[in-house]
């Protein structure tokens, strides 16, 4: 098989973790005779450094023509103070809609050799964690408008507006079902209906779309008790549909959990163009330029990418194999380490992941 892929490194550790899921992705190529070619372009602080943009036309161009998109991470302390409209996150925002991705599918499973890092309690760990958070992320209170910060009676006053239309409702409630299909056959569609409008219609279509799916049971929560019930017991979950603010959260506490953010991989998916794949964390500024970045979930994003863009189910198969024989055997970077385990940095982990391909 033959196929482009473009590149996004970003900033702080994304180049790091990115050159080194590439050696995998390279690995399993050589190993199951595929070709994929790879183009680097920028995104985030260093593309705000190098054109004044955090999304250079270039960059869109590369992405939409491509099989598929491979991104680290965007932004850091650098660019902090510049003005908000251009901003490194800008940069993620724009690529996700400019390719129309609207529903970011975030699983949060826990391997059993990390089970010790785990937040939760043994009893409640031993029941299972493998949740899976399917975010809304192109509409809702990000992209809403009216938003700003203007004087309002004399006081200065910020304002965002959540907002969704039926169909973008629909499109993500679609995903959820079809994920749940290969998995538990479970949705808990997570809203604040008691006290949002825009929940009411939320929860409304997504009940609509749930007679496609007669054998998908279909639960409703609302956030503050879905955040609860998360660390309680998440094993009454397997796939969460919600909305993008409510989603940015629970996915960041579903990771959490996990015990190490440095392990979890995402996957952007729209109808027009390729899918985008990176780890869920974020630059890790304050690790950055030390080879000390985990590399595992960028790998397993990868792994993501041969799976769910080219269909690669064998191969796939094969990297998350070797990333679970990598920490069966023992070995471990900063982030995950315990005692009596090997510690790695970035690229010596790497090698024992392609060692196990
Ligand atoms: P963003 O806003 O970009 O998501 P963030 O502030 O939420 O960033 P991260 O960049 O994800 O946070 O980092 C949070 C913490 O987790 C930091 O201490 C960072 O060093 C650590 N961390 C994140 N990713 C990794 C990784 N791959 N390996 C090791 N540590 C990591
Ligand atoms: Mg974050």
């Known amino acids: 098989m033959k196929k482009h892929i473009a590149v996004m490194a970003g900033d702080g550790i994304g180049p790091e973790i990115v050159g080194q899921a590439l050696r995998v992705l390279d ?26 943009s955090p999304l250079p036309e270039a960059t869109v161009e590369a992405c939409r023509k491509a099989d598929a998109v491979l991104l680290g991470a965007v932004g850091g302390p650098k660019w902090d103070t510049i003005a908000p409209e251009i901003r490194p996150e800008k940069g993620l925002l724009g690529i996700r809609k400019a390719l129309g991705l609207f529903a970011n599918l975030r ?25 899976m958070v399917v975010r809304e992320l192109t509409g809702g209170i990000y992209f809403g408008k009216p938003a700003g910060v203007e004087v309002r009676g004399g006081k200065r006053t910020g304002f965002n507006t959540m907002i969704y239309d039926e169909d973008e409702i629909r499109r993500i409630a679609h995903i959820a079902f079809k994920a749940a299909m290969k998995r538990r056959k479970k949705v808990c569609s997570v ?44 094993s009454q979950f397997d796939v969460i549909v919600t909305s993008n603010l409510f989603g940015d959260i629970l996915s960041d ?21 390729a899918g985008l794949y990176e780890p869920i964390h974020g ?13 595992l979930a960028t790998i397993l994003s990868v792994s993501m990418m041969l799976l769910h863009e080219f269909d690669l189910e064998k191969e796939a198969l094969c990297i998350e194999n070797a990333v679970r024989k990598t920490l069966q055997d023992g070995f471990r970077t900063g982030d995950i380490m315990e005692e009596g385990k090997t510690l790695c940095n970035t690229i010596e982990i790497t ?3 392609i060692e196990r391909l």
């Open 191 to 234: 809203d604040k209906a008691n006290v949002l409008d825009v929940s009411r219609l939320w929860r409304e279509v997504v009940i609509e779309v749930s007679k496609e799916y007669p054998e998908v049971s279909l639960s409703h929560m609302y956030v503050d008790n879905a955040a609860m019930q998360l660390v309680r017991d998440p």
């Open 253 to 273: 506490e579903a990771a959490v959990i996990t015990g190490s953010i440095g392990m979890l991989a995402s996957a952007s998916l729209g109808s027009e163009y």
């Open 107 to 131: 699983p949060a499973r826990l391997f059993p050799e990390l089970s010790g890092a785990c937040l939760l309690r043994k009893d409640i760990v031993d029941k299972g964690l493998d949740v």
């Open 27 to 52: 690995a399993a190529a050589r190993k199951f005779n595929h070709e994929f070619s790879t183009e680097h372009v920028l995104i985030g602080g260093i593309a705000i450094d190098e054109t004044g």
């Open 283 to 295: 630059s890790a500024p304050d690790i950055a330029g030390q080879n000390k970045a985990n590399p």
């Open 351 to 353: 090698d024992k992941v």
